[in-house]
């Protein structure tokens, strides 16, 4: 793998390394904690929920789809978050993002929803086909990202990841090619693959970003404690497909943790 570390500044080799050995990376203080306020004061918005009244918070899970306002465009586009893009997918390989979509808000709640089993993300739907599919390139997702707009801990139903899970997925899309596979299809396996991987929990203050690789197995809980869970797990998309077999060897961190996977590295 051809050297992207930064020689200085927060972003380094050990960031790069980690996310090779783990999957994941915390990014603490992404962006301000002003701006993650400004996001979840939006965020209640959409939900109709009042804050300040439980009583009001009747769904276990609220989706909130895309936003487009300053305070989410400034989140995602701040200095450290574009360093760690170009160390983890390369300069030049991600389109930058204006906006976050895909927030699953959750609410203390009884009712326990049916949505905690463990998964990776699909990216992309082939014609015909009426779920999202992942490939052996992670068509259409450099990254998982996972952006935190209120305070969780271990109480708040944070996300629970499988360290190390993402080496595990590559030899188990490896036979679908191109087309790739759904989530679904093949989530059994995955829960096979992964089940002797240590989980780590997605915990964190506002303004604080997890960067995950595409094929991280993670997985949703239900909420028992008492402070709703603001989070957003938007794609970083790429501005160029992955590839698994560059003659210059210049492989990114995804790349070359997808052929490690496949047992095409050290």
């Known amino acids: 793998m051809a050297s992207m570390f930064a020689e200085d500044g927060p972003m380094d080799d050990e960031l790069v390394e980690r996310f090779l050995e783990d999957g994941f990376v915390k990014i603490e203080g992404a962006f301000p904690p002003r701006v993650a306020e400004d996001c979840a004061r939006l965020l209640w918005r959409e939900t109709g929920y009042d804050p300040e009244d439980p009583g009001t918070w009747k769904e276990p899970v609220v989706w909130v789809s895309g936003m487009a306002q300053g305070p989410f465009a400034a989140a995602v586009n701040t200095p450290v978050l574009h360093e760690a893009f170009d160390l983890l997918v390369g300069e030049g390989r991600w389109a930058p993002r204006y906006s976050l979509g895909s927030f699953p808000l959750r609410f203390p709640h009884e009712v326990e929803p049916d949505d905690a089993g463990w998964h990776i993300e699909g990216s992309y739907q082939p014609e015909g086909a009426n779920r999202p599919y992942a490939n052996l390139r992670s068509k259409d997702r450099a990254l998982l990202m996972l952006f935190l707009f209120s305070e969780i801990t271990e109480a708040d139903a944070p996300t629970r990841i499988r360290v190390g899970?993402?080496?595990?997925?590559?030899?188990?899309?490896?036979?679908?090619?191109?087309?790739?596979?759904?989530?679904?299809?093949?989530?059994?396996?995955?829960?096979?693959?992964?089940?002797?991987?240590?989980?780590?929990?997605?915990?964190?203050?506002?303004?604080?970003?997890?960067?995950?690789?595409?094929?991280?197995?993670?997985?949703?809980?239900?909420?028992?404690?008492?402070?709703?869970?603001?989070?957003?797990?938007?794609?970083?998309?790429?501005?160029?497909?992955?590839?698994?077999?560059?003659?210059?060897?210049?492989?990114?961190?995804?790349?070359?943790?997808?052929?490690?996977?496949?047992?095409?590295?050290?």
Do not use: K
């Not at 303004?207 to 094929?215: A, M, R, S």
């Not at 993670?218 to 790429?238: N, V």
């Open 165 to 266: 899970s993402h080496l595990d997925v590559p030899p188990l899309l490896e036979p679908y090619g191109e087309t790739g596979v759904s989530g679904l299809e093949i989530a059994a396996h995955l829960v096979t693959a992964s089940a002797h991987r240590p989980v780590a929990y997605a915990t964190g203050r506002p303004g604080d970003v997890y960067l995950c690789h595409p094929f991280l197995v993670h997985a949703a809980q239900p909420h028992h404690g008492t402070r709703p869970r603001f989070l957003a797990q938007p794609p970083l998309y790429p501005a160029t497909p992955y590839e698994l077999e560059r003659p210059d060897g210049d492989y990114s961190a995804v790349e070359f943790a997808i052929r490690r996977g496949l047992a095409r590295e050290g």
